[in-house]
């Protein structure tokens, strides 16, 4: 069975860093993308970018190029998002989904992870 | 690049049809066949509906059906069921090789 497993919701203050994860099972990690999703509170989903942690390509929106990196550690199947300066405006749930490529479309998703940043 | 344009809500009553529309441009939607629809309701994960404009994965209903014109996708639900009351989602393919969702749809079954 695929299970995509976030990590936990985080509380944070601005200027803050932080990594959250993704821990993929049930199928070979490193032949599908992994992508991440934010969705504001009570807005849209919202495409960030996606990694290939068979040999780390990465794609990132322009909405979100220089915001946020996206990496993978293919030893221990799983993909990060991470910030190095929290903003107010961070504070959303972010979704990571493995990703088919062509066609392109997210099939299984994991749970979610809830960021607050917070003073 | 811009979000796709939904309609922000739609309503229909059990055993109606829906359409709900998704319009992008000629660098997305109109350029490519790869939109999908994704189905959310309240604080779950997206669930995948349509693919490739109009393919539907194993296990979701015949009762959703999408299609396109030109920059336009659009996604169908006929035989309104209660469970159908969710938020929708369309999403393209773009020429800078990322995708885009559309802003979403709140469909009300009455």
């Known amino acids: 069975e695929v299970q995509l497993v976030q990590s936990g919701a985080e509380v944070k203050k601005p200027g803050e860093s932080l990594k959250i994860s993704c821990k993929g099972s049930?199928?070979?990690?490193?032949?599908?993308?992994i992508g991440w999703v934010r969705q504001m509170p009570g807005k849209g989903l919202e495409w960030m970018g996606i990694?290939?942690?068979?040999?780390?390509?990465?794609r990132y929106s322009p909405s979100f190029q220089g915001q946020v990196t996206i990496s993978a550690d293919k030893s221990i199947s799983t993909a990060y998002l991470q910030w190095s300066s929290l903003k107010a405006s961070d504070t959303a749930m972010y979704y990571c989904a493995r990703y088919n490529w062509r066609p392109y479309y997210f099939d299984y998703w994991g749970q979610g992870t809830l960021v607050t940043v917070s003073s | 690049q811009s979000a796709l344009t939904q309609p922000a809500s739609v309503s229909g009553s059990p055993g109606q049809s829906i359409t709900i529309s998704c319009t992008g441009t000629s660098s997305d939607v109109g350029g490519y066949n790869y939109v999908s629809w994704y189905q959310q309701h309240p604080g779950k994960a997206p669930k995948l509906m349509i693919y490739?404009?109009?393919n539907r994965p194993s296990g979701v209903s015949n009762r959703f059906s999408g299609s396109k014109s030109g920059n336009t996708a659009s996604l169908t639900i006929s035989g309104l069921q209660a469970e159908d009351e969710a938020d929708y989602y369309c999403i393209s393919y773009t020429s800078s090789s990322t995708q885009v969702f559309g802003g979403g749809t709140k469909l009300t079954v009455l």
């Open positions: 049930g199928y070979s990690f490193t032949s599908y993308w």
């Open positions: 990694i290939y942690p068979g040999d780390s390509d990465t």
């Open positions: 490739d404009v109009s």
